[in-house]
């Protein structure tokens, strides 16, 4: 498709999206497409393209797919092949019926990403995040994600979710990370204390709860504290074990060591095949064991804590993937 194509393609959106109600008046939307076509052919493209991106999640279905291939257009023209790719991508995987133009030119792109860009995939613990691949985080993408970062790039990504903290995610983008999945974890935001209230007839003064008698019957709870945190020790050897022989697979199939391409493919289909036999079931184990353990433990330090604190406070359990460049385990978060 040619630019001019994309850009009727666009105007074509509006003018069917004025029937449809949307956050803003349609009337306004259509001002705003209108506005973008005219910067873009008046080679504006950053403004056309900041327009084309304020207005893409108020638009109906059909004007964002046409959108997202005239922000593909605009970003290619600017030099930004993620950004493009991304556009094509999210074309593609919105339409029911795939326009083989889109399909050739995201693939074209894709040729060209390969040889300066790793590709990172991105998932994420809390649904409605948002990632921020910028500095001054001002866009910002859905979660899942797939991206194409230069080579050799090692940073942080920023992300946020509604009822969770914002936070950063490493990321390391060398060749044998291609296609790597990251998973995206946001604490939750803790509920505000509640003030304790006067009691009915007891003037201004401050209800103070008396603790009750510790209860009877603690044996059974710190056997099952213990025992959760034994379990979590294991989980936490299998998962040394299956670092190192990770460590031993990198270095003994190391592609950069390499300068035919044969070998290197070779390298890399050997190192796949052995990390699947040796190191995924070394890891997986320790999931098992980080889960099992893990909810036995918060289960035990739960019933403890609701027993020796009256009134008990709502006690809550967290497990998810550790995520970092070559470490593989779970994080366990206690709160109460």
């Known amino acids: ?126 649904d409605g995040t948002t990632i921020y691949l910028d500095a001054t985080r001002t866009q910002g993408y859905p979660c899942p994600l797939r991206w194409w970062f230069k080579r050799g790039t090692e940073g942080h990504v920023y992300a946020a979710a509604a009822g969770r903290k914002p936070g950063t995610t490493p990321i390391r983008a060398h060749m044998v990370d291609i296609d790597r999945r990251v998973v995206v974890t946001l604490e939750p935001t803790l509920s505000p204390d509640v003030p304790i209230k006067p009691g009915l007839d007891a003037g201004t003064g401050t209800v103070v709860s008396k603790p009750a008698d510790r209860p009877s019957g603690l044996a059974w709870k710190w056997s099952l504290l213990g025992g959760g945190v034994a379990l979590v020790a294991t989980g936490a050897i299998l998962q040394v074990v299956a670092y190192n022989k990770d460590l031993d697979l990198k270095k003994k199939y190391d592609p950069t060591q390499v300068t035919n391409k044969t070998d290197f493919e070779n390298n890399t289909k050997d190192y796949n095949a052995a990390f699947a036999s040796d190191v995924k079931p070394l890891t997986y184990g320790a999931y098992a064991l980080y889960g099992v353990g893990g909810a036995a433990a918060a289960a035990g330090l739960t019933f ?24 593989f385990g779970m994080t366990l978060d206690l709160g109460f």
């Open 304 to 327: 403890l804590i609701s027993d020796w604190s009256r009134p008990a406070a709502p006690g809550s359990v967290q497990l998810a993937p550790l995520v970092a460049p070559d470490v």
């Open 1 to 126: 498709m040619s630019r001019t194509m994309f850009a009727l393609l666009l105007f074509l959106s509006f003018a069917a999206s004025a029937a449809a109600g949307e956050v803003r008046p349609p009337e306004e939307l259509s001002k705003e497409g209108d506005r973008a076509l005219t910067l873009a052919q008046d080679g504006k493209l950053d403004e056309a393209v900041a327009i084309w991106n304020d207005i893409l999640d108020e638009l109906p279905k059909k004007g964002q797919l046409d959108v997202h291939v005239n922000l593909a257009v605009a970003y290619e023209a600017l030099g930004l092949l993620p950004e493009a790719w991304h556009h094509l991508d999210a074309n593609l995987r919105g339409s029911e019926s795939k326009d083989p133009a889109v399909e050739k030119e995201r693939a074209r792109i894709e040729r060209i990403l390969t040889e300066t860009h790793v590709p990172l995939r991105f998932s994420c613990i809390a």
